[in-house]
């Protein structure tokens, strides 16, 4: 998720400082012409779309980084981030498409830039365009599905990911369940967390936490790029000439840029985004309509949902927004891993207090929670903190209910089977909201920057239900 922090240097560029300490930063990027000899484009429609690509390039990375942060192992000189970044012409909005990289794609032909070898038209995954043809290869290549024309091409490593992070003094990210990937190392326990480069670059690379792979990777990239932008806006960082500074020349460092994206441009977007915040952005992922889609000679690829994605890139062309304004709730969901209509839930009261286990079952049922119906009253007479008691093999059913529960103790029983306990306490008070985010595959629904973030009530609940 390296390429997610360039689009940082737009939203840092609001802050006026003025042309003299941007264009002193000009020199510093390095430049690549992707569009050089390009025939048969798609018409340009409103706004302006960068294609931002984040490749696996480690030279930079010292020993000790390569060895904390599970950076070994040979570069495939490919692009692991695919996105496109649509910014509105009237500079107000700036919709995120995750393009995955084992989408399945037809490549134009071309000549290999490794071999020197001449290609006709042939499959391949999205990702590996790259190491075929550069720049120029990827460029044609998403036009060429998308039909959308890329005006721009910004393409970070993870160097400039981590001095970037490091710079704005790291983003904050929350999380319900424990992430863990041991490809990575990646080990987050479930709460609030401000990490800082290497862990940032541990949490947006991981794909083997969860059954999810790839498309759960990038709906992670996308909540980490939203408090980004939240941490560049909110921290004074557009407000200081110096940290200013700093942050531009971590990203520019490492970045390679189209000959056309220089200091004009990155003024004239600064300057029109302003007021740009996480309520400006928006995010999504290209729908897909077959998973392991196999192609021979390739392997297992995703299939794009051509009716739904040619619906999306229809309104990037047309400079139409993906999501809609949403009245704020007064309490916010709570994130958790599993949704609680999939819970079945037994309630017993742990007291003497008459009617208790009612008002707990009524409570949770109209959360969402498939409850009995029927509250017992419990062995346990003089319970003071609730109690979910759980089956192992049923542990994340057992947090979702810990978060709609907060303070409430999580107690492992073997054989307890799938309908869950929950002994009510003393300290019972009421049930939070809780919400399960959309399914990783393909799902073509959009959401903003502001409501993907971490509230100061997502993290009063989490240090609530997890703290022991």
Known sequence: MRAVTTLSVVVLASAGIGHAVVSSLDADIARVDPFRDMKNRPSGGHGTNVLLVGTDGRDKITEEQRRRFRLGGAPCHCTDTIMIVHISEDRER?????????????????VDETTGAHHGPHPLKLNAAYAE????????????????KIDHYLEVDFTSFMKTVDVVGGVRICTATPLKDPFTGLDLAPGTHTLMGGEALQYVRSRHIDGASDLGRMQRQQRFLAALIERATSSGVLLNPMRFRDVTRAVLGSVRADTGFGTDELLDLGRAMRTFSPASSEFTTVPIGQMAFPVKGIGSTLKWDQARAERLFRSLREDKPLTVER?????PSVPVDVAPQQIRVQVENGTGTAGLGKRVDAALAATGFATTGRPVTSAEREVRRTVVVYDPRWDRSARSVAAALPGSELRAEPDQGPVLRVIAGADFHAVHKVKAPPPAQGRPGAVRGDEVLCSGKDKASFQGVFRQ
């Open 327 to 331: 009245r704020p709730t007064q309490t």
């Open 94 to 110: 700036a919709t995120v498409v995750s393009l995955p990289r084992d989408s399945y794609a037809e490549v134009p032909e071309h």
């Open 133 to 148: 043809g550069g720049p120029q290869l990827t460029v044609r290549t998403v036009e060429h599905m998308t039909h959308v």
